[in-house]
C-alpha cells in the first residue's frame, strides 16, 4: 500500500510478480487501489488492475475506488461496469432467457431473434479499455 500510495509503479510491479496480496487492506477496509486512485496515481492504478485487482472492493465505509478519486476520468475508469450488467467479465453476452433452454437461430434475415449468447472480441484488453486514454491530472 505505501507503494501505492506514494505512486512507485515500478515497486508496485515488481511486488506484485513477487506474489503481494493485491487484494489486502488497511484497517480501514482500503486497498492498494483505493490510495493510488485517491492520490490520482494514474499509472499505479493500470498496474494494480492489469495484477487483478478488484475495482468494486468497499472500504469500511461501503466506498468503492472510483469515489474516493478527485481525477475525472480515473473516476470513469474504475466505475464497475453497472451500465453493462449483460456482459459478463469473460466477455459472454448473457440475457435473461438463457436459462429457458431455447435457442435462437442463428440466421441473419430481417424479423429473425438474435443468438442469445455471442462472443466479444475486444481489440483491447478489458483492464486496458478504460485506462489508456487517462492522463495524469495537470
Same mark, same amino acid.
Given at each position: ?7 512507485? #509503479?515500478? =515497486?508496485?510491479? *515488481? =511486488? ?16 492498494? /487501489?483505493?490510495?493510488?486512485?485517491? #492520490? ?7 498496474? =494494480? ?5 478488484? #475495482?468494486?472492493?468497499? @472500504?469500511?465505509?461501503?466506498?468503492? !475506488? ?11 475508469? =474504475?466505475? !464497475? @461496469?453497472?451500465?453493462? !450488467?449483460? *456482459? /459478463? ?5 448473457? &440475457? ?23 462472443? *466479444?472480441?475486444?481489440? &483491447?484488453?478489458?483492464?486496458? /479499455?478504460?485506462?489508456?486514454? *487517462?492522463?495524469? !491530472?495537470?
Amino acid at each position: 500500500m505505501f507503494a501505492s500510495y506514494h505512486g512507485h #509503479r515500478e =515497486l508496485v510491479e *515488481i =511486488l506484485l510478480d513477487m506474489g503481494a496480496n493485491v487484494h489486502a487492506t488497511d484497517r480501514n477496509d482500503w486497498t492498494s /487501489l483505493h490510495w493510488a486512485a485517491q #492520490r490520482g496515481h494514474v499509472d499505479v492504478v493500470c498496474a =494494480l488492475l492489469k495484477g487483478g485487482a478488484n #475495482r468494486r472492493a468497499k @472500504d469500511a465505509h461501503g466506498n468503492m !475506488p472510483y469515489m474516493v478519486t478527485q481525477h475525472t476520468e480515473l473516476a470513469e475508469a =474504475l466505475r !464497475p @461496469d453497472a451500465y453493462y !450488467p449483460e *456482459i /459478463l467479465s469473460n466477455g459472454v453476452v448473457s &440475457t435473461d432467457e438463457e436459462e429457458d433452454g431455447e435457442e435462437a437461430s442463428s440466421s441473419s434475415e430481417p424479423g429473425t431473434p438474435i443468438p442469445k449468447r455471442q462472443t *466479444i472480441t475486444p481489440s &483491447t484488453p478489458p483492464a486496458r /479499455l478504460a485506462t489508456d486514454e *487517462i492522463s495524469a !491530472p495537470a
